[in-house]
């Protein structure tokens, strides 16, 4: 019986998804709706999609509540350039379009709420949301991302094994914050609404890899689409209907559009690093957080692979300018927003890296190492009591406490992570209150 087109199009769509699915090279994009599936986890029906992809990213309609008609236009531009463009290959990109900010029906859910369960039923490593306001003659884009607990603790959990002439023990560090602003952006309202016709562009296949070609479709909701192949600056598209076409993957958001694509840019590298070690660039797109979160990258790097005997004094510079801040009305030092505790819990590790170095070139006396390693516990004490949730700094709190003998303060610190753990379990909304207990540097 011979095929009709269409059945031989979908055939020829299902031989070239097994070939790139079992190569391991997928990429693949899906336009799915939000509350089509919230409703379908909810039913315990939800399936994961691309599910052979390595690498999955998830993107949200940013919250638009000004009316500003660019919400699906950003998320749209940016879930295009992380398929497009991905740094990694077997990508898959969920495209989650709906208003997050709307409560759901039933439950009433909003943002986190959203986010946290789709993200999770999907095994989704980065997902990407926003939220976009007027400002007088201009428009603010913020954006943000989070880090699936899974890639945290693959790609950016680091430990250190103290030296026996400190003491035993490893220390733990995670690169942090897991959720930060990555970008803010302004630009004058007309600039800002050329967005929208460039994301109009980006969900309509042309014919042939031109600008000028016919269109030939447009890219489905709630079905696959997946790279075939590549000719200059255009990818072909194809589709499980056995429809394919031409998208653009490079020059299609420049001018005002180009500084939005650091958001994208920096969610690949991210993905990067967890594949090849690779630190993504420091671009001044990018917010306070996402640069600090480069920043520890960078320094756990010059710590783990860079044997000069002035590594550690780089470290130390890198982190210098987010730990410890001053609050210039009370002059007191805190533990800055970017990163948290984290930066300064890297940093009093780097103490200790430096410390061990010494030892092993030239043997101190006891009491030097134990007033350096009473010097970093202090620190870390302080640290903690700014932000008391931070799992890695209370743990390596209880180490160095155990060394310096002080049963006490190390029960407590175990206890209190252990605490801190738990209630990182639950939404914030239903988080476990801590005992109220403080570490404070010996007085």
Avoid at 211 to 232: C, E, H, K, T
Wanted: hydrophobic share 40%; proline share 5%.
């Amino acid at each position: 019986m011979m095929l009709t087109n269409t059945k031989r199009g979908f055939r020829m769509w299902l031989i070239a998804l097994a070939a790139l699915f079992f190569s391991g090279a997928a990429s693949a994009g899906m336009q799915l709706d939000i509350e089509k599936e919230l409703q379908l986890l909810r039913d315990g029906k939800a399936q994961q999609h691309i599910g052979k992809a390595r690498y999955r990213f998830a993107v949200f309609t940013f919250d638009d509540p000004d009316g500003t008609g660019l919400g699906n236009a950003v998320a749209s531009i940016l879930s295009h350039d992380l398929l497009m463009n991905s740094k990694v290959s077997s990508v898959g990109v969920l495209r989650y379009v709906g208003n997050l900010g709307k409560a759901s029906e039933e439950r009433k859910l909003r943002y986190f709420d959203k986010v946290e369960p789709l993200i999770e039923s999907q095994g989704v490593q980065v997902a990407i949301w926003g939220t976009i306001r007027r400002s007088g003659e201009r428009v603010r884009i913020d954006s943000f991302m989070q880090l699936s607990p899974s890639v945290m603790r693959s790609a950016f959990s680091f430990s250190f094994n103290m030296p026996p002439e400190i003491g035993r023990g490893r220390l733990v560090h995670r690169i942090g914050p897991d959720r930060m602003l990555t970008q803010r952006l302004e630009l004058p309202s007309e600039q800002a609404l050329s967005l929208v016709s460039i994301a109009a562009d980006l969900d309509r296949l042309r014919a042939t890899p031109n600008d000028n070609a016919p269109f030939a479709g447009q890219l489905p909701l709630g079905s696959i689409y997946y790279l075939q192949r590549r000719q200059g600056a255009w990818v072909q598209v194809g589709m499980q209907s056995g429809q394919s076409g031409w998208l653009r993957s490079t020059g299609f958001c420049t001018g005002p559009c180009a500084p939005l694509l650091s958001v994208s840019r920096f969610a690949s590298a991210l993905m990067a690093y967890d594949d090849r070690a690779s630190i993504p660039a420091r671009s001044e797109g990018l917010a306070a957080d996402a640069k600090a979160f480069i920043d520890q990258l960078l320094a756990v790097e010059v710590l783990n692979g860079t044997p000069a005997q002035y590594a550690e004094q780089e470290v130390l510079y890198r982190l210098s300018p987010w730990c410890p801040a001053k609050d210039e009305a009370t002059g007191k030092e805190h533990v800055s927003t970017p990163g948290g505790a984290a930066i300064c819990n890297l940093r009093a590790i780097t103490r200790l890296v430096s410390l061990s170095r010494k030892i092993a070139k030239q043997p101190q006396d006891g009491q030097l190492t134990g007033n350096e390693v009473r010097s970093v516990a202090d620190e870390l004490a302080t640290v903690s009591m700014s932000d008391p949730r931070h799992v890695p700094t209370l743990k390596n709190l209880a180490i160095l406490f155990g060394i310096l003998g002080d049963a006490e303060r190390a029960q407590l610190a175990n206890r209190l992570a252990e605490e801190a753990g738990s209630a990182s379990l639950v939404s914030a909304h239903d988080a476990a209150p801590l005992s109220g207990q403080t570490l404070s540097p010996e007085p």
